[in-house]
């Protein structure tokens, strides 16, 4: 039997009974485009993190880039970013014609290194754009200090970090604005594409529900500012409703997972997952490193093991980016990683029988390879 990296297809069938209520739910109703259902959503993912607002999206993608335009970032400006991270982290800022200015990240925990920033601000910069990747958060507190000393607005990308928290503050709660990804592999997952736009400015909450309905203002219908067909639609609403109640159990099920792996591989040459100090790890995704990496990978496929690479081409080495002109070696720790990072099955469904499948391959591949 083979074990992915991600499957659904158990925690479906425990929460089918649930899933299909919620379909049934909404097509009963008689409203299916930005009716009651995404309205409670927001209500109520906003509630969860503490904030005033959030602007249910139709993905993840385009929640980056309602939120850089609300935001006033767009052609001219830069923004500060990382290369390790998912392509639509960059393709956004390039969707609002603004320009990535990427920094590396750190070796212990593979987030923006906010030690080198200030250094990549220019008259030009306009935001700060960190990555809480595979379920932690990036070092806030100095982007914090830097964005009130230049003059410059935070967007959190949370796309990986639904539940996360950094010295008790849950992610996406620092910056102007923070970005979520509901995609079905997330640790909060819809059945499709889905997203969100969370933040505590009205102004902001304003702007982004006329950039998600064309630039209209609603009530008069008239376009203000063109702006985008991105409205969440109401069966991912109303799904996402019923599984926000689950994700902290989400949560408690990845950690339980995740610390089985480091118990039972700490004496192993793997690289395994650090949790920075002050970070409640949410375990998107168990990143381990090795230099034989692709070898690895291979070894465990007769196994019937299947694991991941995020990310095997960092953003800044794409043929579509190559007019960023980032010669090879200019984010040394950005590519070495490329070149050793690895995820294994990680999905709260995941039981002890496969987990102790996965460990057991691994550690006979590691003695070979």
Known sequence: MTTRVWDYLAEYEAEREDILDAVDQVFRSGQLILGPSVGRFEEEFAAYHGLAHAVGVDNGTNALVLALRALGVGPGDEVITVSNTAAPTVIAIDQVGATPVFVDVRESDYLMDTTRVEAAITPRTRCLLPVHLYGQCADLPPLEELA??????????????????????????????AAFSFYPTKVLGAYGDAGAVITDDA??????????????????????????????????????????????????????IAD??????????????????????????????????????????????????????????????????????????????????????????????????????????LRTV
């Open 148 to 177: 009130t000393r230049h003059d410059l607005v935070i967007l959190e990308d949370c796309a990986q970090a639904h539940g996360a928290r950094q010295n008790g503050r849950p992610a996406g709660t620092t910056g102007r604005a």
């Open 203 to 256: 102004g902001t909450d304003a702007e982004l529900r006329r950039l998600r309905y064309y630039g209209m203002d609603e009530e008069r219908r008239v376009v203000r500012a063109p702006g985008h067909n991105s409205r969440l639609d109401e069966v991912h609403a109303e799904i996402l409703r019923r599984k926000l109640r689950r994700l902290d159990g989400y949560t408690e099920a990845r950690r339980r």
């Open 260 to 365: 089985r792996y480091t118990r039972a591989l700490a004496d192993t040459d793997l690289v395994l997952p650090a949790v920075t100090p002050g970070n409640d790890h949410v375990y998107y995704l168990y990143v381990a490193r090795h230099p034989r990496r692709d070898a690895i990978i291979e070894a465990l496929h007769p196994h019937g093991i299947h694991l991941g690479v995020s990310y095997r081409h960092p953003v800044h080495t794409m043929d579509g980016f190559a007019h960023l002109e980032q010669p090879a070696g200019a984010l040394p720790v950005t590519e070495a990683l490329a070149q050793e990072i690895f995820s294994l099955p990680m999905y709260p469904s995941l039981t002890e029988e496969q987990q102790d499948k996965v460990i057991s391959a691994l550690r006979e591949v």
